[in-house]
């Protein structure tokens, strides 16, 4: 596995860091990424995988990979087992530091016990809606809570019943004893444990009480020595919390949290919520479908990882919110496959194209170049008979002015091959053409006339008796909005699905070179876009192909000529 580039880019993260290895006040980086087990990483968490890891590789620290799993309802090895497989896949390499916020549970109990003994925590029986209405607004304090007076030794014994399983859940919680007038709304007396009666993925029936997020994170922060916990901005308003835990149960030197501004992307969704309803809604086949944001998805789609690094690296740490255009994303995948893609051709949507006067039974291989970006890649055989397959959209019968492909009485060059001029056409019953009939010029082989003449047009072609018939399947964007996230939850987000975001093409005609493409093997179908053999579907002796992306960023023709309407 190729190890992912180091952040060049100067941010306000390394000024920092910068800043304190210079005074001393710090030795050694450590930095974690978190991820919480209840679904599948996204592109968003791409960028804080490439933070955070690129962090510790600048200043040759550590990384560790974190579970946060202190949610029993919605978490399942099969997510654990995904972010591991996405997180390596990326290129970040967490050695042996692998762990899991289960793995802290007794010690964050134990944190918990330490609060309450300093007066810092109790025990409250409000329920969970009387608990939001005490809290207050964003105008207003909070109302203390009727339980907040009880003694140290009634909530420890309160507290040591709560894990012994003696009440049922939502009967009682801990929280924070802080300030209920607090300006910030995550200062009033947060919960900090909550009885929940559930199964763990990892240790099972052990514990009927669970810690919140807020009360784990930095713990885990703390115990494992994470020296920067480098987290999106939604986290800003979070943090007088954690430095208030840490303050409270710990001496220096402490974990501190910097913010930075989480990926926006265009024309898809990036929230948990939204991307599960897709799956179990079955507007999508599942958390990896090519169309889907996961990591997965792309890696299925045949999206290298060195792209999304390169894009990460691109749109660089910031403060401030944004939304990141696609297309540039796209970009960075094209500029990644354009070297690396070995070039090939496969007609999606056959005509048939009989040469005239080649001789009946004859093959001739041509020689095709497999990257002119690569030379090292070589060349290639392929077969080329009286009888091919060409693109329908490669023949006009009546031709527009600037249509330099195949026309009545035009000459094209079939790439590697021969020029071919249109002298007939056979049609159907409903009138469309069947059989496209061409004469060639023998003295052209390898695209070129002794004569000196020059044809604009170059399309390519399959040769009808070599050719093996497969499925291609054209995925393209999810929804047809730019930005999803302005639309209100009051409105359903999913009226704006993009109809056309797979096309299945079940009678691709492709040279028989792709015939043995392994699964997630990469290719640009001339003239069509780059394409990879599904992972999933591809069995041997018959890939089916995904797109990629296209070979231009089609979307903003498409906006351009919208605009000048209006």
Not at 33 to 44: A, D, K, R, T
Not at 110 to 131: F, H, M, P, Q, R
Not at 474 to 492: A, H, K, M, Q, W
């Amino acid at each position: 596995m190729s190890e992912p580039e180091t952040p060049s880019k100067a941010n306000f993260i390394y000024e920092r860091i910068d800043g304190e290895l210079k005074r001393g006040a710090v030795s050694h980086i450590v930095t974690r990424f978190p991820p919480e087990p209840n679904g599948y990483l996204h592109i968003g968490h791409a960028k804080a995988i490439c933070i955070d890891y690129g962090t510790a590789q600048k200043y040759n620290g550590t990384f560790h990979l974190r579970f946060d799993d202190t949610n029993p309802t919605k978490e399942d090895t099969e997510y654990v087992e995904s972010i591991q497989e996405d997180v390596r896949w990326l290129g970040a390499d967490w050695g042996n530091n692998l762990f899991y916020a289960s793995d802290y549970f007794e010690q964050f109990y134990e944190y918990a016990v330490l609060l309450v003994k300093k007066g810092k925590a109790y025990v409250c029986d409000l329920s969970e809606t009387e608990i939001r209405e005490h809290r207050g607004t964003l105008t207003e304090p909070g109302k203390e809570s009727p339980f907040r007076s009880r003694t140290v030794e009634e909530n420890l014994d309160l507290f040591t019943r709560m894990r012994n399983g003696e009440f049922e859940d939502g009967a009682r919680v801990l929280r924070a004893k802080i300030d209920m007038a607090s300006p910030n709304i995550h200062m009033r007396d947060p919960v900090i444990y909550r009885i929940r009666h559930a199964n763990h993925h990892r240790t099972g029936d052990q514990w009927c009480i669970y810690p919140m997020y807020d009360f784990a994170h930095p713990l885990e922060d703390l115990v494992e020595g994470i020296t920067h916990s480098i987290c999106t901005l939604e986290f800003e308003i979070h943090r007088p919390f954690y430095d208030w835990l840490l303050e409270n149960v710990s001496e220096p030197p402490r974990p501190q949290q910097i913010e930075f501004a989480r990926l926006n992307l265009s024309y898809t969704v990036m929230s948990k919520r939204k991307l599960l309803e897709l799956v179990k809604g079955k507007y999508v086949s599942g958390w990896d479908d090519p169309r889907m944001p996961t990591l997965s998805a792309f890696r299925r789609r045949g999206v290298p990882p060195e792209a999304i690094r390169a894009f990460c690296e691109e749109i660089g740490i910031t403060k401030y919110n944004s939304l990141t255009d696609l297309s540039l994303l796209e970009f960075f995948i094209r500029e990644n496959l354009n070297k690396s893609a070995k070039r090939v051709m496969a007609v999606l949507d056959p005509v048939k194209l009989v040469i005239d006067n080649f001789p009946e039974g004859v093959v001739e291989e041509m020689d095709a170049v497999n990257n002119p970006e690569n030379p090292s890649q070589g060349t290639r055989k392929v077969p080329f008979s009286k009888v091919l397959y060409i693109e329908k959209d490669d023949f006009r019968e009546e031709a527009p002015k600037k249509f330099f492909r195949l026309a009545p009485g035009a000459e094209v060059r079939l790439r590697y091959a021969y020029f071919v001029q249109c002298v007939s056409v056979e049609k159907d019953a409903q009138g469309n053409v069947s059989v496209i009939h061409c004469t060639y010029d023998p003295a052209t082989r390898g695209g070129n006339a002794p004569d000196g003449r020059k044809v604009k047009g170059t399309i390519h072609w399959v040769s009808a008796e070599h050719a093996f018939e497969t499925e291609v399947r054209l995925y393209d964007r999810l929804f047809t909005i730019e930005n999803v996230g302005d639309i209100p939850e009051s409105e359903d987000y999913r009226k704006y699905l993009n109809p056309d975001s797979l096309k299945t093409l079940p009678r691709c005609k492709l040279e028989p070179s792709l015939r043995d493409a392994k699964p997630g093997e990469r290719f640009q179908f001339e003239r069509v876009g780059y394409f990879c053999a599904d992972a999933k579907d591809t069995v041997e002796g018959k890939p089916v192909f995904n797109r990629t992306v296209q070979l231009k960023d089609s979307w903003a023709k498409i906006e351009t000529k919208d605009a000048r309407k209006q």
